[in-house]
């Protein structure tokens, strides 16, 4: 067709649509001034709309429908707009019913993510389209694609939704649903005008804190209780569960089980932060020694004391115990234990070189340090080089004193081992108490004996002499003599309500005395026990136990236990006097000249015939 063809043509077409004036209804005639010329025209680029077809409007905003935001690249305008769009459905809008079941509004009533389209008749997840959620869950039957049908086409399974298999939460709990859900929430406060996200962030940074600190709360206190009872925390390594079997992690899941802090602990907190590994066992306790020795030094006044003794525990490792020794507010005397420290070398350097800094690195003021207290070793307390010398040149202030009850211990060991009847003693007494002890059956016998069997004389005379085992103080005019006897006799006593006889302590000299004590009075069950050994027995323990049972018949050996056991009396009160933490130099010093007048007594006449009517009644 020529080009004028063409612009007449589309002239005429265009007048079909031009309104009439009004003055006029007819067409108007065609004027005779030709007509601008027009640009060409391309016939394929004309549409025109049907006046019959209808125009499609959707029932509701597209901004509201999340079909309209599948497979597409969204902006950060499109996912806000998306966030905040209305989940509700219209007011009185009925869903398809598809095989019997439908989509209900109720369930997104419940779930801010659940978003339903109604033009497509499907549900749809809010979260997981604007922020992943690529995992697939079951009931995926119409959609080819891997991507969960709440991402990609749509979920319509709607016989499954609830009930038994119920995917819309298994979508909900999914891993991938989780995590979009958090970037959900932290896009939103991102973009929320007048929300700072760093207190967005802040504030759950911390009620995770205050979660934590509950569980940990928990555990410490776990740690701390099995400290107190001095039980070990771990133990063996179970191949079989792959876990440990010690007393802490007992304790710990026993206790989770009524502690809704500690079980939510265990459960959710990572595996790095559950604080129950040993490192962390020891870490706590550690923190535990430093909070309660920082308390015990804030009483302290201007002037202290310090103690020290070094020895091998049972790891074969040289440490040295630490305590102090002040006077508080309250004019109390008090003993506070400070700590172990390791010590890798004994020589007296090595010891100053680590129990000053010790000290100071506890918060100790040195200058307010008036008085040490060693044993009696040539490296602790020597004269010219030892270690109480080293701290006396450093501050001259601090006096040493040998600890008196080393000092009594051994003046009770050079007296005892310098007389042979006595030495004597212990040796054939450490022979017998362990002969008894030897044995599970030989325990349970002598048991049974003493618990039977009762030394009607002996307790005749405990009774004659007046002794009372609750008695808290003796007669004023009660003379040295007599008060050696009732000192003897309530020892006696105290070694009857022993279930055995203890065996000898092989260092500490003033303890062996509770052995003489049990033996004085159980001395009839011994020599019945004895007997039953020797009938029962052959060979070598019958031999032994026809020996013991000659020897404790002998008057040698009846004499000096009397003898020994009742000077040992004097000198076992005076032990437990300068053992105790509230003693002081006035109780020490009436002691010791109380037990030096009874020994001195019991040489007198009279307090011989009473030992002889003891011995006598064996």
Same mark, same amino acid.
């Given at each position: 067709?020529?080009?004028?063809?063409?612009?007449?043509?589309?002239?005429?077409?265009?007048?079909?649509?031009?309104?009439?004036?009004?003055?006029?209804?007819?067409?108007?005639?065609?004027?005779?001034?030709?007509?601008?010329?027009?640009?060409?025209?391309?016939?394929?680029?004309?549409?025109?709309?049907?006046?019959?077809?209808?125009?499609?409007?959707?029932?509701?905003?597209?901004?509201?429908?999340?079909?309209?935001?599948?497979?597409?690249?969204?902006?950060?305008?499109?996912?806000?707009?998306?966030?905040?769009?209305?989940?509700?459905?219209?007011?009185?809008?009925?869903?398809?019913?598809?095989?019997?079941?439908?989509?209900?509004?109720?369930?997104? +009533?419940?779930?801010?993510?659940? *978003?339903?389209?109604?033009?497509?008749? *499907?549900?749809?997840?809010?979260?997981?389209?604007?922020?992943?959620?690529?995992?697939?869950?079951?009931?995926?039957?119409?959609?080819?694609? #891997?991507?969960?049908?709440?991402?990609?086409?749509?979920?319509?399974?709607?016989? !499954?939704?609830?009930?038994?298999?119920? &995917?819309?939460?298994?979508?909900?709990?999914?891993?991938?649903?989780?995590?979009?859900?958090? /970037?959900?929430?932290?896009?939103?406060?991102?973009?929320?005008?007048?929300?700072?996200?760093?207190?967005?962030?802040?504030?759950?940074?911390?009620?995770?804190?205050?979660?934590?600190?509950?569980?940990?709360?928990?555990?410490?206190?776990?740690?701390?209780?099995?400290?107190?009872?001095?039980?070990?925390?771990?133990?063996?390594?179970?191949?079989?569960?792959?876990?440990?079997?010690? %007393?802490?992690?007992?304790?710990? %899941?026993?206790?989770?089980?009524?502690?809704?802090?500690?079980?939510?602990?265990?459960?959710?907190?990572?595996?790095?932060?559950?604080?129950?590994?040993?490192?962390?066992?020891?870490?706590?306790?550690?923190?535990?020694?430093?909070?309660?020795?920082?308390?015990?030094?804030?009483?302290? +006044?201007?002037?202290?004391?310090? /103690?020290?003794?070094?020895?091998?525990?049972?790891?074969? /490792?040289?440490?040295?115990?630490?305590?102090?020794?002040?006077?508080?507010?309250?004019?109390?005397?008090?003993?506070?234990?400070?700590?172990?420290?390791?010590?890798?070398? /004994?020589?007296?350097?090595?010891?100053?070189?680590?129990?000053?800094?010790?000290?100071?690195?506890?918060?100790?003021?040195?200058?307010?340090?008036?008085?040490?207290? &060693?044993?009696?070793?040539?490296?602790?307390?020597?004269? %010219?080089?030892?270690?109480?010398?080293?701290?006396?040149?450093?501050?001259?202030?601090?006096?040493?004193?040998?600890? *008196?009850?080393?000092?009594?211990?051994?003046?009770?060991?050079?007296?005892?081992?310098?007389?042979?009847?006595?030495?004597?003693?212990?040796?054939?007494?450490?022979?017998?108490?362990?002969?008894?002890?030897?044995?599970?059956? *030989?325990?349970?016998?002598?048991?049974?004996?003493?618990?039977?069997?009762? #030394?009607?004389?002996?307790?005749?005379?405990?009774?004659?002499?007046?002794?009372?085992?609750?008695?808290?103080?003796?007669?004023?005019?009660? #003379?040295?003599?007599?008060?050696?006897?009732?000192?003897?006799?309530?020892?006696?006593?105290?070694?009857?309500?022993?279930?055995?006889?203890?065996?000898?302590?092989?260092?500490?000299?003033?303890?062996?005395?509770?052995?003489?004590?049990?033996?004085?009075?159980?001395?009839?069950?011994?020599?019945?026990?004895?007997?039953?050994?020797?009938?029962?027995?052959?060979?070598?323990?019958?031999? #032994?136990?026809?020996?013991?049972?000659?020897?404790? !018949?002998?008057?040698?050996?009846?004499?000096?236990?009397?003898?020994?056991?009742?000077?040992?009396?004097?000198?076992?009160?005076?032990?437990?006097?300068?053992?105790?933490?509230?003693?002081?130099?006035?109780?020490?010093?009436?002691?010791?000249?109380?037990?030096?007048?009874?020994?001195?007594?019991?040489?007198?006449?009279?307090?011989?015939?009473?030992?002889?009517?003891?011995?006598?009644?064996?």
């Amino acid at each position: 067709m020529e080009p004028n063809a063409k612009r007449q043509k589309l002239r005429q077409t265009t007048l079909l649509f031009k309104p009439a004036s009004a003055s006029s209804t007819s067409v108007e005639p065609e004027s005779s001034i030709p007509p601008e010329p027009l640009p060409p025209v391309n016939e394929s680029s004309l549409t025109f709309d049907s006046p019959n077809k209808e125009q499609h409007t959707s029932p509701v905003n597209d901004i509201n429908d999340p079909a309209n935001y599948i497979s597409k690249k969204l902006s950060d305008d499109d996912k806000l707009s998306f966030l905040k769009s209305k989940s509700d459905l219209p007011h009185n809008f009925e869903c398809p019913v598809t095989a019997g079941r439908k989509f209900k509004s109720s369930w997104m +009533q419940q779930r801010p993510w659940l *978003r339903y389209s109604i033009t497509k008749d *499907r549900a749809f997840c809010a979260y997981c389209i604007c922020f992943g959620g690529k995992k697939n869950i079951p009931g995926n039957t119409s959609c080819s694609s #891997n991507l969960s049908p709440f991402v990609s086409c749509g979920f319509s399974n709607w016989k !499954k939704a609830t009930g038994k298999d119920n &995917y819309i939460d298994q979508h909900m709990l999914s891993e991938a649903h989780q995590t979009a859900e958090e /970037m959900a929430h932290c896009f939103l406060a991102t973009c929320q005008p007048g929300k700072d996200i760093v207190a967005k962030l802040s504030k759950l940074l911390s009620e995770q804190q205050i979660r934590t600190k509950k569980g940990l709360l928990s555990i410490i206190d776990v740690i701390i209780k099995l400290a107190m009872r001095g039980a070990p925390l771990r133990g063996n390594w179970v191949k079989k569960t792959g876990e440990e079997n010690g %007393n802490f992690i007992f304790f710990v %899941n026993w206790k989770s089980e009524f502690d809704k802090d500690l079980k939510d602990h265990l459960e959710h907190a990572p595996k790095n932060a559950k604080f129950t590994s040993p490192r962390i066992q020891n870490e706590i306790i550690s923190l535990c020694e430093s909070i309660i020795r920082e308390r015990v030094i804030a009483t302290v +006044q201007t002037y202290w004391s310090v /103690m020290a003794d070094e020895t091998t525990d049972v790891s074969a /490792m040289e440490q040295m115990s630490i305590c102090i020794r002040f006077v508080n507010s309250n004019m109390e005397v008090c003993e506070e234990f400070l700590g172990f420290v390791k010590l890798t070398k /004994m020589d007296a350097q090595s010891v100053f070189d680590v129990l000053i800094p010790t000290l100071k690195g506890w918060g100790l003021d040195l200058t307010g340090l008036v008085g040490q207290g &060693y044993d009696g070793a040539a490296v602790m307390s020597g004269s %010219n080089n030892g270690l109480q010398k080293k701290v006396f040149d450093a501050y001259p202030n601090a006096v040493y004193v040998h600890c *008196r009850s080393h000092v009594l211990n051994l003046a009770l060991a050079g007296a005892c081992t310098g007389i042979d009847g006595v030495r004597d003693l212990f040796d054939n007494v450490a022979k017998i108490t362990s002969f008894l002890g030897d044995g599970a059956k *030989r325990k349970e016998m002598f048991k049974q004996n003493a618990a039977t069997e009762a #030394n009607d004389e002996l307790t005749a005379l405990l009774k004659e002499s007046g002794n009372d085992d609750n008695e808290e103080e003796e007669d004023e005019d009660e #003379n040295d003599d007599d008060h050696g006897l009732h000192k003897s006799n309530k020892a006696i006593l105290r070694g009857a309500k022993k279930k055995t006889v203890p065996k000898l302590c092989p260092t500490r000299w003033s303890s062996r005395v509770e052995t003489l004590f049990a033996l004085m009075a159980k001395y009839s069950s011994v020599m019945e026990s004895l007997e039953q050994i020797a009938a029962q027995s052959k060979g070598e323990p019958r031999h #032994n136990a026809q020996s013991y049972i000659r020897l404790m !018949k002998t008057p040698q050996f009846i004499v000096a236990l009397v003898v020994v056991q009742f000077i040992l009396s004097f000198t076992a009160a005076v032990t437990k006097i300068l053992q105790a933490k509230e003693c002081n130099l006035g109780d020490a010093y009436e002691e010791v000249n109380g037990a030096k007048e009874c020994i001195r007594a019991s040489r007198a006449d009279d307090s011989r015939i009473k030992l002889w009517g003891k011995i006598q009644s064996i």
